[in-house]
């Protein structure tokens, strides 16, 4: 009986209902579920804090933050890896996939040695069991940049590798539709006038060029494989349409309500961003997530940045989105498991990972208080 816990007096936030109710762990594994207290020896009571299964991030670019926490100033990778690990795992992401770009834009070209070693990171430590959360591997692949597709030839058929991204961010689709906004922000980030017009023509030349054999290659990669493919950043509901019939299933951040409309319509799972939600709006100007819950266009919610927004941006579904708390929860954990293949986790339900997450309210704001993953304290 020493690998069994008991968590006992706790609101257990299941698949249909929640439930006043006792948590058997055992082996690894959630064993039971019921309801009441247990007055079993040496059962944990929670004090009637909530118990949701462990957070499934499907897209975070966190890592990035930590390798480069001040532009000039870039962190040794393993140091920043680790970081990465320890803030996810205490925001209660059990399971995280790490974005890493592949292909430049010119936006920011050390992201590529960020890619390399965070690969390399990824494997070496997960090895040395030294991690607190599971790390697997989500490619963002930059259809336009020349030097996307030698990357993707050496990492597709990587082992973590669980989720591929098809991106453009050239200015006037994607994320950077609003051409016009895109010109403001670089000239405020200190670029004249006529090098962002320059450099609007060279990018736009670059799409024409490399994105439709890039995109081909990639298909051709993933043909028959059950690695999920996402789009980044929808815009045209045509495209949308294109994207579903090349058997591309997600639609991450879609920029508007025509296109996340359109993703419905083809059946994709869709994808919000936490922050959106916890701030209120997008910080791109693009559509606001809490409109689209409201449409019932989110099934998975994405830290994208900032990983404790993740269990928030759950909360704030429950109270502004519409939904029933079970069903806002399952954005962050039984929905992402499900689009990724992973039905081992992601519910409170016997025979599953015991990745649990207990929380206390403090007015409208879930606090994390304990993390298990696999039945194992991690935070």
Not at 64 to 90: G, N
Not at 163 to 191: C, E, F, I, N, W
């Amino acid at each position: 009986m020493n690998n069994e816990t008991i968590l006992t007096n706790a609101r257990l936030v299941l698949p249909d209902r929640v439930l006043d109710g006792t948590v058997v762990l055992r082996g690894g594994l959630v064993a039971e579920v019921s309801p009441g207290r247990s007055a079993a020896p040496g059962a944990e009571d929670l004090g009637g804090d909530y118990l949701i299964p462990g957070v499934v991030d499907v897209h975070t670019d966190n890592l990035e933050r930590q390798v480069l926490p001040r532009s000039m100033a870039r962190w040794p990778s393993v140091s920043a890896f680790l970081a990465h690990d320890s803030q996810v795992a205490v925001a209660g992401v059990t399971t995280v996939l790490d974005a890493l770009c592949l292909g430049d834009l010119g936006f920011d070209e050390s992201r590529m040695q960020t890619a390399r070693d965070g690969v390399r990171d990824l494997a070496a430590l997960t090895a040395a069991g030294v991690l607190k959360s599971e790390h697997l591997l989500h490619l963002r692949c930059e259809l336009p940049a020349t030097d996307m597709l030698p990357m993707l030839e050496e990492y597709h058929a990587h082992p973590f590798l669980r989720m591929v991204s098809l991106m453009d961010h050239t200015p006037g689709v994607g994320q950077y539709a609003d051409a016009d906004r895109y010109r403001a922000m670089r000239v405020k980030g200190g670029a004249s006038p006529e090098a962002v017009e320059r450099r609007i023509a060279e990018l736009t030349a670059q799409r024409a060029e490399w994105s439709e054999p890039n995109r081909r290659r990639l298909l051709g990669f993933f043909a028959g494989r059950d690695v999920p493919l996402a789009t980044h950043d929808d815009w045209d509901p045509a495209i949308v349409a294109r994207n579903a019939a090349d058997g591309i299933a997600i639609s991450e951040f879609p920029v508007n309500l025509e296109a996340a409309r359109a993703a419905r319509e083809q059946g994709m799972a869709i994808i919000a961003g936490a922050p959106n939600l916890v701030r209120g709006g997008s910080h791109s100007g693009n559509v606001s997530a809490a409109e689209l819950a409201r449409e019932g266009l989110v099934d998975i919610i994405a830290s994208d940045y900032v990983p404790p927004a993740m269990i928030e941006a759950a909360w704030r579904l429950a109270s502004e989105g519409g939904m029933d708390l079970p069903a806002a929860v399952a954005t962050v954990s039984a929905n992402p498991a499900r689009a990724l293949g992973l039905e081992d986790r992601g519910r409170i339900e016997p025979g599953l990972r015991a990745d649990l997450v207990r929380l206390r309210v403090f007015g409208d704001t879930p606090i994390v208080e304990a993390v298990w993953r696999g039945g194992a304290r991690i935070a």
